[in-house]
Every structure is written in C-alpha cells, then in structure tokens.
C-alpha cells in the first residue's frame, strides 16, 4: 500500500498546486491513498465547502484539520458529509470525528487526526486520546493506522512517535509549515516532524511577510493573508507500508516551474 501526505495547503496558490500536480503524483508514484490537511485551505482560515469539493477532486482522499477548523461556520455540517476529519482530541459532543476507516485493496487504513497542546486550544490531552484511539483499533483489527499530529512543539510531535511507533504505521506532523528533514522509519513507523505547507514558499507561513513583519515590530495585533502572487511549492511524503508497517518513504517537492524533485530517503531504524 503506498500512500501520499500532503501537510497544510494554504489558500489559493496552495490548492492550484493540489489541482496542478496531485493525479499526476498519483500516476507517477503509484499512489493508492491521498492524505492532506485542510485548515488554512480558503483563504489561509478554514475550509469552505466549494474548495473541499474541489480538492477531493483533485484526488485528495481524506483531509485532517487543527486549529482553524471552525473558521469557517460551513465546516460543521462538511465534518459530516464528506471525509473530512478535526481533532480527536476535542470534548465529547463536538461535531465531526477524529478517526475515519477507509477500506483499500481489501486491507482497513485508519486515518487519525490528533492537535498538540503547545500554543493550541484549550482540548483534551492529544497523548491520552491517541493513546486511547489507537488502542480502539489495534482491537478492532485495523493494521494500517495513520495520524496527523497537529502541532507546534517538536517535542509532542516526538513523543507520540516513542509512545506509538510499534503500533501505528505513520505519524505526520502538520501546523509550523516549515518542511523538517528528520524523515524516518522507526519501528516500522513511517515519522516527520512537519511535511511542510503547500502554496506560498517565498513569505513567512504561505502568508504575506507585511503583516507578521509589522506584527513582530511593533506587536500590533494584525490580519494575515495569502497573497495574490507567490512562488509556489507542493510538499508530499510518499510511504510505502506491507502488513501494517513501513517499509520506503520519501518526500517530493513540486515546484511552480514545474520541477519535481525527490529527496529525504527515510534512514530506518529498529
Ligand atoms: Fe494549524
């Protein structure tokens, strides 16, 4: 099973990335599953039904959240209708859910969306909860099981990895952004501390430098956008798992003018 995960697209320089080169990716690698996280997808905040439907159709497969999933007031009802997942680690109650099963090649892939707690909203204890998820599926029979770990700290990120790494088939990091080179195959365990965003690769987080620029100067609150025009880039890890482990991963970069360049073999370690 070879699966493909997208970090963070961020707004409209992100998402024509999706649409310009994610079937291609799929032909090309021989992608059978397609991952990305959705929360800054429209406009840098949230995801609006228009561009979910749109970035399912460019062969994304499923899409995790984070901290912006609520800000578009839409999301309640698409957490519900398509295959979208936020946080499992919200209260009893919340709409949508934070783990979804998927069935491919007659195998079950469980796809996990975990947030940190570092500089994140206030919700339950990710460890706990992931804990909790993963064990939930071990017992149901699920030998594929995905999570997105939705966070700032490299250290929660870290963590998770030492806690679930014989139990789980990939831990994803998600939220900086900014792409880590610490791809590895631990136990089995497919892990990067952050896939890195796609859209935007010449300002600070996909977003204009102006506002965090001024914002950082004089600490005046202020809005961040995506701008208009950018150089853009598309970040995926490609990982190929057998019986529920890891076996190959590495990551691509898709580049505006139109270069794909393969790097990060992961190193793997026993
Ligand atoms: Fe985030």
């Not at 990305?36 to 399912?56: R, V």
């Not at 997105?148 to 900086?176: C, F, P, Q």
């Not at 300002?203 to 204009?208: H, P, Q």
């Amino acid at each position: 099973m070879k699966i493909g995960f997208i970090g963070d697209i961020v707004g409209r320089p992100g998402r024509q990335m999706v649409k310009r080169f994610v079937s291609k990716l799929r032909e090309s690698e021989g992608l059978d599953f397609v991952v990305a996280n959705y929360e800054n997808a429209s406009h840098g905040f949230g995801l609006t039904e228009k561009n979910a439907k749109e970035l399912f159709a460019a062969g994304i497969d499923v899409m995790t959240g984070g901290n912006h999933t609520w800000d578009k007031k839409e999301i309640r009802g698409l957490l519900e209708s398509l295959p979208l997942l936020r946080p499992v680690n919200y209260p009893d109650g919340v709409p949508g859910r934070g783990v979804r099963i998927f069935e491919i090649g007659g195998e079950k892939l469980a796809v996990v969306n975990v947030m940190g707690h570092f500089a994140m909203p206030m919700v339950d204890n990710p460890f706990i909860a992931a804990n909790r998820i993963v064990d939930v599926l071990v017992f149901e029979g699920v030998r594929y099981i995905f999570i997105d770990m939705h966070a700032e700290a490299t250290s929660e990120k870290r963590a998770l990895l030492m806690m679930l790494r014989e139990r789980v088939s990939a831990i994803v990091g998600t939220h900086t952004h900014v792409g880590s080179d610490d791809l590895v195959i631990d136990c089995g365990c497919a892990y990067v501390t952050d896939i890195g965003l796609t859209g935007c690769r010449d300002n600070v987080i996909g977003m204009d430098a102006k506002v965090p620029i001024e914002r950082f100067l004089t600490g005046l609150p202020g809005r961040f956008e995506v701008p208009d025009k950018c150089r853009t880039i598309l970040q995926m890890i490609v990982a190929t798992f057998e019986n529920g482990r890891a076996v190959d991963a590495y990551k691509i970069r898709c580049y505006d003018d139109g270069e794909i360049q393969v790097s990060l073999k992961a190193r793997k370690e026993e």
